[in-house]
């Protein structure tokens, strides 16, 4: 069973920074962030193949957020930068242990969910 652990949330103001963390526990195959703002749908950030290089972003975040991983920690870590009040929600972190040749942001692909760190963008 693989338990995920976000943390680096908080309030900040628009234009500002902040880095998520997200810890495993156990073996995973890809890492994704996935977000949820109150009345609308999770949707995918962004993903990536643990001891990989290739990642892929929604649209809304290319250019702004960054994903990175310590492997040694088992840790993935999303750099968000340039951040505006729409991207205040509730983020995920989730994970996968299958083998799959494809990255996705589809929320039905990972079994594994923490429980969420909030993040506020307001001035």
């Known amino acids: 069973e693989v338990q995920l652990v976000e943390s680096g949330g908080g309030l900040v103001q628009p234009g500002g920074s902040l880095r998520l963390s997200c810890a495993a526990s156990?073996?995973?195959?890809?890492r994704a962030w996935f977000r949820q703002a109150p009345g609308k749908e999770r949707e995918g950030v962004a993903t990536?193949?643990?001891?990989?290089?290739?990642?892929y972003y929604a649209d809304f975040v290319k250019g702004r957020f960054t994903l990175s991983q310590d492997n040694a920690k088992n840790t993935v870590y999303l750099q968000m930068n340039s951040l505006q009040p729409e991207d205040t929600a509730m983020y995920y972190c989730?994970?996968?242990?299958?083998?799959?040749?494809?990255?996705?942001?589809?929320?039905?692909?990972?079994?594994?969910w923490g429980q969420g760190t909030q993040v506020t963008v307001s001035s």
């Open positions: 990536v193949y643990i001891g990989g290089h290739n990642t």
């Open positions: 989730a994970a996968d242990d299958r083998i799959r040749g494809y990255l996705t942001l589809r929320v039905h692909e990972y079994p594994y």
């Open positions: 156990g073996y995973t195959t890809a």
